[in-house]
């Protein structure tokens, strides 16, 4: 297990990266979770957003964001006016990573080696998908694409050079599901989408 690298495939466009992404083994992740789930959205997308991994129904589905964050995640971004097909939408690590308890798996948070390890994916995608503006999705997206000094505490809403691109952080919309006032950290969370949509 020595990272993507070597599953990569030798053109780059999604549909190889795809295919090539469905039989990767570079690191552990891929044992126990059913199945590889790449990003998904058209190929020029303004917009690519990052969050931390599948969770148990995009495992299940094979998609990104299905589940409940996603349902947040659609409601904020319909409400800052980013449309669905301006929107390529990925994971930091594309396989699903739990442990089991009883018959439910439990989330668990991605290591930094299996960040590291995933990273080609991502590197890939921005590189065929070249978006505008990238939306950091939470501190594991952020860990892979900003460094592990960047706090998204810190600097959420606050568009910052990637590349060619302004990365945009905000938290998980996971996050919003669990916060307290959930209310008013999905207010945060769409302010920062805005600063984003702004950022185009
Ligand atoms: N959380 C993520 O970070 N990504 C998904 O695809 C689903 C939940
Ligand atoms: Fe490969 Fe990423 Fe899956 Fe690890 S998590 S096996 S690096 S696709």
């Known amino acids: 297990n020595t990272g993507a690298a070597r599953f990569l495939p030798e053109r780059l466009d999604l549909d190889a990266l795809r295919k090539a992404a469905a039989r990767c083994e570079g690191c552990d992740l891929y044992r126990d979770a059913t199945r590889t789930v790449f990003g998904e959205g058209p190929r020029q997308a303004a917009f690519m957003l990052v969050g931390e991994q599948p969770g148990d129904q995009e495992d299940r589905q094979g998609h990104p964001f299905v589940g409940p964050a996603g349902r947040v995640l659609d409601r904020g971004l ?11 939408l990925t994971n930091a690590v594309k396989h699903f990573s739990f ?3 009883g018959k439910r798996r439990i989330h668990q948070k991605p290591t930094a080696a299996e960040i590291d390890a995933c990273r080609p994916w991502l590197d890939a995608e921005l590189a065929v998908v070249r978006p505008r503006v ?5 501190a594991t997206a952020a860990r892979a694409l900003l460094g ?5 505490t810190r600097h959420r809403g606050e568009p910052v050079p990637l590349g060619d691109a302004l990365a945009v952080a905000t938290v998980h919309p996971s996050a919003v599901l669990r916060a307290p006032d959930r209310e008013d950290a999905y207010e945060g969370f769409l302010a920062d989408l805005r600063a984003a949509a702004g950022a185009a």
């Open 148 to 152: 592990r000094e960047f706090r998204v």
């Open 134 to 138: 990238v939306v950091v999705l939470g």
């Open 99 to 101: 442990t089991p308890r």
């Open 78 to 88: 319909q409400e800052a006016g980013i449309a669905r097909d301006s929107v390529y």
